[in-house]
């Protein structure tokens, strides 16, 4: 790699400081690449350090007949367990049956069951069923009555912005350069590079990597790239609420078969509630946080709790949104895949790669595959 003080050659260029940007850095770094990171804020400053928080297969996954998705973030957890176990913790989850829930209890048993196969898990950490009775000690705060069956079984629980900061560490322990507060004003190709000019110099490398997350449509329109595929932006809310709310991860559903989880975090003596999912048609910056979607958390989750627990806007501490970019293949934001598309471009010795989709969980998995495509493309 070559360099002055304002124009910089390297391997690899990647757009974006998130989890998966950090992850790929790192994961062709370690190969022996020069990389170089842009980002227009600070790590993890994105969706990235705006989830639920979870590191998780995704059991509801299942219903949309997406096993592979799920085996793969079920693999990646255990590997992230292994890796980060100051940052991944498996936490029990419970899974509370009502009668007016939209999901019958024996669906929801052979998915949990389903769920356990494709993790290949110890029995100590397998599903079960757990007795209303017992339920009543664990979660007081939620009503008993109509409660039909309740279900155990087990992912994990992460600091998003600490494991996309550590991941950033990572790569950069490898020799990947990450530049923050980063902005492009110009990306040009010729046969051989591209070439981002930035309010920090210009950049020069054969490889550019779009891993701009619900940035990406943003990115190609403003500086002209082609690309195969575009997103759709689903934002998702979430409300914190001052104490703990439950003792323990509560899986809960809405009439309209959507999903909330009860994310306690004794750490910081707060309750988590999310998420929300709602398609956005501004631009990702202008994206704000809807009080109508702060009240259906708020109610859907005062369905839940015992007269004398429940929250009332006072209550709540703050709360954040992420945008998730979720490439369409359904009309619901409900039934968005969350599976990722690599897409490859290449105009002579240059060569584009946009990373659409993702998500937290799957970030090793997606590194790994942009490196296998680039070492059969390019390497």
């Known amino acids: 790699m070559g360099a002055d003080s304002n124009h910089i050659a390297t391997d690899v260029i990647i757009l974006g400081a998130g989890i998966n940007g950090c992850g790929i850095a790192t994961e062709l770094a370690q190969s022996g690449l020069n990389v170089v990171v842009l980002e227009k804020h600070t790590i993890g400053s994105g969706t990235s350090s705006k989830s639920s928080r979870l590191i998780h297969g995704g059991l509801r996954y299942l219903e949309q007949f997406e096993f592979g998705l799920v085996r793969e973030a079920l693999l990646d957890r255990q590997e992230l367990l292994r890796r980060y176990p100051q940052l991944v913790k498996l936490k029990p989850f419970y899974l509370p049956i009502y009668k007016s829930s939209p999901r019958p209890a024996w669906m929801i048993w052979c998915g949990l069951k389903l769920y356990d196969l494709l993790t290949g898990r110890q029995s100590q950490s397998k599903s ?17 009555d109509d409660l039909t069956a309740v279900f155990q079984y087990y992912d994990a629980k992460t600091d998003d912005l600490l494991l ?4 950033a560490e990572d790569a950069q322990s490898y020799g990947a350069v990450i530049h923050q507060f980063t902005i492009a004003n110009s990306i040009t190709h010729s046969d051989d590079l591209y070439t981002v000019s930035t309010n920090r110099g210009s950049f020069f490398a054969p490889i550019l990597i779009n891993a701009s997350g619900p940035w990406i449509d943003e990115v190609n329109r403003e500086f002209d790239l082609q690309a195969r595929y575009r997103i759709r932006k689903i934002s998702g809310i979430h409300v914190i609420f001052k104490g703990l709310l439950t003792q323990d991860l509560m899986f809960m559903q809405t009439a309209e078969k959507r999903i909330f989880f009860i994310i306690p975090e004794p750490e910081n003596n707060q309750t988590i509630i999310g998420t929300t999912e709602r398609e956005e048609t501004v631009d990702i ?3 704000r946080v809807s009080p109508d979607d702060v009240d259906y958390l708020l109610n859907q989750l005062n369905i839940y709790l015992k007269n004398e627990h429940r929250v009332t806007a ?4 703050s709360f954040y949104i992420g945008v998730r970019p979720l490439i369409a293949y359904k009309e619901k934001p409900t039934d968005l895949s969350r599976e990722y598309i690599l897409d490859h471009h290449q105009f002579g010795n240059a060569h584009l790669v946009h990373v659409f989709g993702g998500k937290l969980t799957t970030y090793l998995s997606l590194a790994r595959k942009v490196k296998r495509l680039l070492e059969k493309k390019v390497l």
């Open 314 to 317: 006072d209550d709540i501490k």
């Open 164 to 167: 996309t900061q550590t991941v």
């Open 285 to 287: 910056d202008a994206v």
């Open 128 to 144: 079960r069923i757990v007795n209303r009775s017992l339920f009543s000690d664990i979660a007081p705060q939620l009503k008993q």
